[in-house]
C-alpha cells in the first residue's frame, strides 16, 4: 500500500474511533461537532467531485445542502401541523428521497444553463441560482422566511434512531465512507477520464468526439443529488434549517473546504472539513474577533500551500 | 527526571481537582447575545448590564457562586442555535439567558429546554413562545413582542391619529410588532412594508419612505432595533417628513441610538416619543442604582436592553439563592423564578400564566438630561399591569 | 397610478444605480484589465465609508472629509494589489475568490477593531440635509440629489478618461488585449497598480456617499459586492458601458420592485404573503434576470471586443 492509502485509511479510522470516545467519557459536543464536520464532509466530497476532478468552480453548492435540508424539514412541517397531505411524512426514506430528487433536478435545471458559460460567467451563474432558492426561501412565509424553521421530528428510518446522537453521527461515517467510494469510483471509470480530460484541455476531449457538455452536467447533477442528501442529514442534524444556509458566504465556506484540504484528491475535502470546523471552533472560543486570524490563514493558504493539506502531506512532491 | 515528571503529574492532577470542586458548587449562566456584526452594539450593552449585576451580587447568590460564559450568535439562527448546544452541552450552563433576536430564540429554544436546562428571554418575545409553545422552564424579563406596539396603538387612539403607515423589518419579532399595533389601532391601515433583515439588512428605506408619505396616512409606525434605528431617523428627517408624517415608533429611538445621534447632532430626534416598558428616569432604588453604576461605569446611558438584562440576571440570582444553590430539583428552581422575588429595575415585577411579565408600559419622550445627554423620561402611563393577547393560548 | 411617486422612485432607483456604478466600474476595470476577481472590493467600500466618518467627526466637515478619505482608500487598494492580488494574477479564479474571501474577513475585523461594532453615523452640512421641491408633490431629500449628481459626474469623469487620456487608452487596450499592452514596452505592473488604486477609490467614494444615508457600518460592503458583481456580469466583464446600463437597469428594477411588486401580488394572493414574499421576491427578481441574460448572452450584454 501507498503512504497515501495508509495515511488516508489512518484519517477515517480516527474520525469513526474519535468521536464514540468522546461522547463516552462525556464530551458529548465533541461528538456533535464530529457529525457536523462529518456531514459538511459528505458535501464537500460532492463539491470535489465537479470543482476538482471537474474544474468546474460552483459557487451556489450551499443551495442543495439547503434544498435537501428543507425536504426533511418541510414534509415533517406538514407532518405535525397539517396542510399539503401529500407531503406531510416523517419517513425517511420518503423524506432523503425527496432531497435527492430535488437537487438532482435542480443541478439538471441549473446545470443546463450553467454550463453553457465558462469561467468567472460560471462562478456568477451558479451562485446566482443560489441566492434565487435563497430568496425564495425567504419569501415563504410558512416555512418561516428568513425566521427559519425548526424540525420537531427527525426522519425515521428502520432499525435507525436518529435521535441518538451516536446513531446519527454513524449513519453520517457510513454515507462517507460510501460517498468517497463512489466518487473514488466515478473518477477512475471512462466517465471521471473524460471529465477530467475536459478541465485540462477542453477541445482535445470534443475532438476526441465526446460530447463534454454532457459529460459534465451528469457529473453536476450528481454531485447536486449527493449534496442534497448531506443537506437532509444536515436538517436531521440541526433540527433546524434556515435559508442562512444557503448564503453565498457557505458556499464559499464549501469551496474553502476543498481547497483546504486539497482538491481533486480522495481525502482532501474531508480534512478540509475537519480543519475549518475545528479552528472555527476553537478560534471562536479564544476570541470574538476569530474571523482576523481566520481570514488571514485563508489568504495565507492561497498564497503559500499548493495543494492545500494534501500537498503538505505529500510532501510537496506534486 | 522520573521524580520531576511525577510530581509534575501529581501537580496536574491537583489543578483538575481543584476546579472540579468549585464547579460542583458554581452555578453557571450561558448568556447569548450579539457579539459581532453591526447589532453588537445591542449584545455589548447587554454585556455591559450583566457585567455589572454580577459586580452588584459580588459574583455570589447568597452562598452559591455565580459564572457567566458569553455566547455569541451572530445575528443569525443557525449560529445562535449552535452557540446555545455548546451552552448546554459542552459547558453544562444550569441557565441559558439572553438573545435579542426572536427567531434566534426560537431556533435555541429547543436545545436549552429538551435539556432540562432553564431558558430566560432578555429581550426577545416572540408569540409562539407566550402562546402554544410556552414552557414551565421559560421565563422572560423582558415583554411579549405585541405588547410594547399595542401600548403605542392605544397611544395613537388617545392622539386621534386616524391612518398609519407600517414599516418594521422582515422577522418574527418585525411581524408580532406590526400585528400588536394592528391589534389595538382603531383608524385606518394605509399600508406596511416590510424589509430585509439579518446580516445584510436594508438599511436605505428611500423606496419606502415615499410610500408611506404617497399613501397620505397621518402616522408612521416603524421598528428598526440596534442601528438601523439610527438610520431610519436619518432618512426619515431627511425626507422632510417631519410635519407631514409624524413618526411613532417602539425599539428604535433608545439609550443606543441616541448618543449617536448626539454625536451627529441630530437634534431632529428631540421630542420623538416612544412606548416601553421601562426607563432610565423610573423612581425606584434598583433602577437608581442601576441607572447611576451604568453611568459611572460605562459611561452612558443604560439602554432597555441592558436594564432586562440586568433583570434577567437578578431574577437568576434570586432564585439561586432561595434553593440555596442546589440545582438538583428543577421543580424548586422552577417554583423560585415563577415567584419573581427580587428587585426590578421596573419596579414592581411579576409573572403571567405563562411565565411573561404583567407590567406597565410607559409613553417616554426624548428630553436632554441636565449635563446636556439626550435620554427618554416618562410622560404618562398607557397600560398598567398589562397581560399579553397569547397567555390564554398558553397551556401549562 | 401615482405619477408624482413613480418620478420619485425613478429618482431613488437611479441614486441606486448610481452608486451601484461607482462600486461596479472599479470591479469591472479590476477584473477586464488584470482579470482578478476581487470579491474585497465590497470592503474597500466599506473602509471609505468609516474612514470618512471618522473623518467627519474629527474635522466636523463632510466634503473635506471626502477629499481627504478619497487617497486613503486609494492607498488602501494600492496595498491589496501589492500584497494580495499581484501574486496572484497568474493564478485561477478559484485562488482568487478565495484569498479575497479571506480578506473581507480580515477588513470587517479590522473595522470592528478599530471603530468598534455600533457603525458612525455622518452629520451632513445643513445645505444638504433638507429638501428639495421640484414641483408641489415632488420633495426629494437635497442629499440624495447630490448623489445623483456626484454619480453622473463620476460616470461622466470616467468616460472622459477612458476615451480621451493615455491611461484611459491603456485600460482600453488592456481590457481588450492584454497581452499586446505588455508586448508594447508599457509598464504593465504599474497600470496594474493603477487600475486597482482607481477602482478603490470609486468604491470607497461610494461607501462615502451612502454613509450620511445608511451610517457606516461592518459588512455593508458585503450587500453590495454581489449585487455589483451581477451588474459587471450582465454588462460584460471589462465594458465601462455595460456597467453603466447595467447598473442604472439594476438600481431601478431593485427599487421599482420594492415600490410596486407587493400590490401586484396582491392581487393574486393574500395580503399577509404578499406582504412577506414581495420583498424577497423583488430581491430575487435581478438574479433571475442575469441568469437570463447569461443563458441567452454568455458574455453579457456588452462584452469588449475581440478578447
Known sequence: MTRMTWITLTVMALLAVLPPVFFWTGNAFYLDLATRLTILAIAAVSLNLILGYGGLVSFGHAACLGLGAYAVGIPAHHWLYGGMDALATTNGFVQIGLAVAITALFALVTGAVCLRTRGVYFIMITMAFAQMVYYLIVSIEEYGGDDGLVIDTRSELPGFNLDDPLQLFALAYVSLVVVMLVVRTIVNSRFGMVLQGAKGNEERMVTLGFNVYLYRLVAYVISGAICGYAGALLGNFTTFISPEMMDWARSGELMFMVILGGAATTLGPVLGSAAFIVLEEFLGRLTIYWHLPFGLMLIGVVLFVRGGLMGLLRGGKE | MNLNGFSRLAMVAAMMAAPAQLLAEDVKIGFVTTLTTGAAVIGNDMKNAVDLAMDHLGGMAGETRLEVIYGDDQFAPDAGKQVTDKLVKQDNVDFVAGYIWSHVLLASRKSVLDAGKFLISANAGPSQIAGKLCDPHFFSTSWQNDQTPMAMGEVLNRQGVQSLYIMAPNYAAGKDMAAGVERVFEGEIKGKDLTKWGADAQLDFSAELAKAKASGANGLFVFYPGAAGGAFIKQYHQAGLKDVLPLYSVFTVDGLSLPKLQEADFSGVLGSKTTNQWDPSLDNEANKKFVSDFKAKYGGYPSFYAAQSYDAIMLIASAVEAVGGDMSDPDAVQAALKSADFASVRGDFSFGSNNMPVQDFFLREVVVDADGTWTTKVVETVYEDHVDSYAAECKM | ?307
Open chain 3, 1 to 307: 397610478m401615482d405619477l408624482s411617486l413613480f418620478v420619485i422612485q425613478f429618482l431613488n432607483g437611479l441614486q441606486l444605480g448610481l452608486l451601484l456604478f461607482l462600486v461596479a466600474s472599479g470591479l469591472t476595470l479590476v477584473f477586464g484589465i488584470l482579470d482578478f476577481v476581487n470579491l474585497a472590493h465590497g470592503a474597500l467600500y466599506m473602509l471609505g465609508a468609516f474612514v470618512c466618518a471618522w473623518l467627519t467627526q474629527v474635522l466636523g466637515n463632510f466634503l473635506l472629509a471626502v477629499l481627504l478619505a478619497l487617497p486613503v482608500t486609494a492607498v488602501a487598494g494600492l496595498l491589496v494589489e501589492r500584497f494580495i492580488a499581484r501574486p496572484l494574477y497568474a493564478r485561477d479564479h478559484l485562488d482568487h475568490v478565495l484569498a479575497t474571501f479571506g480578506l473581507i474577513l480580515v477588513i470587517d475585523t479590522l473595522v470592528h477593531l478599530v471603530f468598534g461594532p455600533e457603525g458612525i453615523a455622518v452629520p451632513l452640512p445643513d445645505f444638504l440635509n433638507g429638501q428639495i421641491r421640484l414641483t408641489e408633490t415632488l420633495v426629494i431629500p437635497s442629499f440624495r440629489l447630490m448623489i445623483i449628481g456626484a454619480g453622473l459626474a463620476a460616470a461622466a469623469g470616467l468616460y472622459w478618461m477612458v476615451t480621451h487620456t493615455r491611461l484611459g487608452m491603456l485600460i482600453r487596450a488592456g481590457a481588450s488585449n492584454r497581452t499586446m499592452v505588455s508586448a508594447l514596452g508599457v509598464d504593465i505592473e504599474r497600470l496594474f497598480a493603477l487600475v486597482f488604486a482607481l477602482g478603490a477609490a470609486l468604491a470607497g467614494l461610494a461607501g462615502m456617499l451612502i454613509a450620511p444615508i445608511t451610517e457606516a457600518s461592518i459588512g455593508m460592503g458585503n450587500n453590495i459586492i454581489i449585487t455589483a458583481f451581477v451588474v459587471i456580469i450582465v454588462g460584460g466583464i471589462g465594458s465601462m458601458k455595460g456597467a453603466f446600463i447595467a447598473a442604472l437597469m439594476i438600481g431601478l428594477i431593485d427599487t421599482l420592485g420594492r415600490s410596486y411588486l407587493d400590490d401586484l401580488f396582491k392581487l393574486v394572493m393574500s395580503q399577509d404573503a404578499a406582504e412577506t414574499s414581495a420583498p424577497a421576491i423583488s430581491a430575487m427578481l435581478i438574479y433571475i434576470i442575469m441568469a437570463v441574460v447569461l443563458a441567452l448572452r454568455p458574455q453579457g450584454l456588452f462584452p469588449p471586443k475581440a478578447r
